[in-house]
């Protein structure tokens, strides 16, 4: 079969009973999960799922999937084989840094986080006393704490992230832990300073690698 065909066999799969017509960051993480076509790249490396959402709004098409798919085609060539992966994910997150670089690139990087949070969560809620603050469920954080790859780096599971997050919204009196009707509830204003936080401690890394005025010369 077709490879192009067999994804686009296993979207129409991933989107059965679905209205929409686009794929969040869970209907990815299934899609690696489920393991039926296999990709040049994992789509949910941070670095690579940037390059993948290009229009930054958490919805991923199935030709910004094609369109992956023939960037990695196109780069392989540069490539051997037994570093194509790895070299792959670190051109995407190249491109995510060339893009994010400038001075308003925490903003950015936040409010795409925020994106993947709420296209993640099935229903959204707002708490009055909270005014305007919208809230996502733990499908949302479910998704972000595979994204991030939370256990593997801070040894968190899901529950323990969650928690976290949730003792962060108390401190800043947008949450009541005692308020059982919001066990499942995060605001999206700590999964957005989590974002801010996770950019700028990356920053010098990034810096480091490949400093500004060599952002240029990257293909």
């Known amino acids: 079969m ?25 209907d990815l993480l299934t899609l690696v ?3 039926n076509v296999v990709l040049p790249v994992d789509p949910t490396h ?6 993948l959402d290009r229009s930054h709004t958490g919805r991923v098409t199935i030709n910004d999937l094609l369109a992956l ?35 308003d690139g925490v903003q950015q990087f936040a409010a795409w986080i925020c994106a993947l949070a709420l296209e993640s969560s099935p229903e959204r809620r707002a708490f009055s006393r909270h005014g305007r603050q919208q809230y996502v469920g733990r499908d949302a954080v479910a998704a972000l704490h595979a994204l991030l790859r939370v256990q593997q780096t ?10 976290l997050l949730q003792r962060c919204a108390e401190e ?13 509830w995060v605001p999206l204003d700590t ?14 890394l990034l810096q480091d690698i490949c400093p500004a005025g060599e952002l240029r010369a990257v293909p």
């Open 2 to 26: 077709d490879r192009n065909q067999a994804l686009l066999d296993e979207v129409a799969w991933l989107l059965r009973g679905h209205a929409r017509k686009h794929l969040t960051l869970p």
């Open 33 to 35: 999960r489920r393991g």
């Open 46 to 51: 941070l670095g690579c799922l940037w390059v």
């Open 69 to 103: 798919v023939e960037l990695c085609r196109t780069r392989a060539r540069h490539y051997q084989s037994f570093e194509l992966e790895a070299q792959l994910q670190g051109y995407c997150t190249l491109q995510m840094w060339r893009a994010l670089s400038g001075p």
């Open 154 to 163: 801070q040894s968190l599971d899901l529950q323990a992230f969650l928690d």
């Open 172 to 184: 800043r009196r947008l949450m009541e832990l005692s308020d059982e009707a919001q066990d499942d």
């Open 191 to 204: 999964i957005r300073e989590l974002a801010q936080a996770l950019f700028r401690s990356s920053c010098k």
